[in-house]
C-alpha cells in the first residue's frame, strides 16, 4: 500500500512534456519568442486596422466603425456573432500575452542569479545590460499602455474616456486622442512600443536558433524596419488627430 501511494505521488508530480520543456530556459525563450511572433503579427494588424481612420465615413458610417462591426461579425452566419473573434483572437492573443510576460519574467530572474561568464567582453557585457534594461521598461509601459487603451477604447470605462459610445470606433478615437494629456499618453507609449519591438524583432531570432552570421544584416534590417513601419502608423492616427487630418 505504501508502495502504490508513493508510486501514485511519482505520478502526480510528472508534468506533462511541454510544461517540463517550458521550466528550462531554453523552453522559456522558445515560448518568448513564439509568443512574440504572434504578438508582433497582433501589432501589424491592429496598425494595419488603425489606418481606416483616414478613410473617412461611407455614407452615414466612419470605415473603422465597419472594420470595427466586421470583426465582431466574423463567422457569421456559421458561428454566433463574436465567437470567432474571442476563440481566434482574444483568448489566443491574451494567452501569448501571458506567456510572454511570465517567460520574460523568469527568464529575467535566472540570469540575475546566473553568474557572469568571465570571458564576456565589458562591451558585450553593457551592449547586454542596455538590450535588458530597455526591454524592461518598454515593456512595462507598453503594458501599462495596453490597460489604459483597453479601459479607453474598447471597455469605455467613464473615468477613462467619458464621452465613450460603444460601436463608435471613430468617435472614441477622435475625443480621447483630442485631449492633450491622452495624446502625450499615447505618443511616448507608442516610442517605447518601437524600442520594444526593436529588441524583440532582432533577439527572436536568437532565440529561435538562427543565429549565422549570414543573417545578422537581414536581422538588423528586418528589426529597424518592422518597428519603424509599425510605429509610423500607429503615430501617424495622434498626428492627424493634431492636425485636423482626422476630426
Do not use: C
Not at 455614407?59 to 454566433?80: K, M, V
Not at 537581414?218 to 518592422?226: I, K, P, Q, S, V
Amino acid at each position: 500500500m505504501l508502495n502504490l501511494r508513493r508510486a501514485i505521488r511519482e505520478q502526480a508530480r510528472q508534468a506533462p512534456w511541454i510544461v517540463s520543456i517550458y521550466r528550462t530556459d531554453t523552453g522559456k525563450k522558445y515560448a518568448m519568442a513564439i509568443s512574440g511572433v504572434v504578438l508582433l503579427l497582433f501589432v501589424l494588424g491592429h496598425m494595419i486596422g488603425n489606418l481606416h481612420v483616414f478613410e473617412g465615413a461611407h455614407g452615414a458610417t466612419f470605415r473603422i466603425d465597419e472594420y470595427g462591426e466586421g470583426l465582431r461579425d466574423l463567422g457569421e452566419p456559421l458561428f454566433p456573432r463574436t465567437l470567432v473573434l474571442w476563440a481566434f483572437l482574444r483568448i489566443p492573443l491574451a494567452a501569448a500575452f501571458l506567456i510572454h510576460i511570465h517567460a520574460a519574467f523568469a527568464l529575467t530572474r535566472s540570469n540575475r542569479s546566473a553568474r557572469e561568464t568571465k570571458y564576456q567582453s565589458p562591451r558585450d557585457y553593457l551592449a547586454a545590460r542596455y538590450a535588458s534594461r530597455t526591454m524592461r521598461w518598454s515593456g512595462v509601459i507598453v503594458l501599462l499602455f495596453l490597460a489604459w487603451h483597453l479601459a479607453d477604447l474598447t471597455v469605455g470605462v467613464e473615468a477613462v474616456n467619458p464621452e465613450f459610445v460603444r460601436g463608435s470606433v471613430y468617435h472614441n478615437l477622435v475625443s480621447s486622442l483630442s485631449r492633450w494629456p491622452v495624446w502625450t499618453l499615447y505618443v511616448v507609449a507608442q516610442v517605447a512600443l518601437a524600442f520594444h519591438i526593436w529588441h524583440g524583432a532582432w533577439s527572436l531570432f536568437q532565440s529561435l536558433g538562427i543565429n549565422n552570421p549570414r543573417f545578422n544584416r537581414f536581422r538588423r534590417t528586418f528589426a529597424h524596419a518592422f518597428a519603424t513601419v509599425v510605429v509610423a502608423g500607429f503615430l501617424s492616427v495622434p498626428v492627424g488627430v493634431a492636425l485636423d487630418i482626422v476630426s
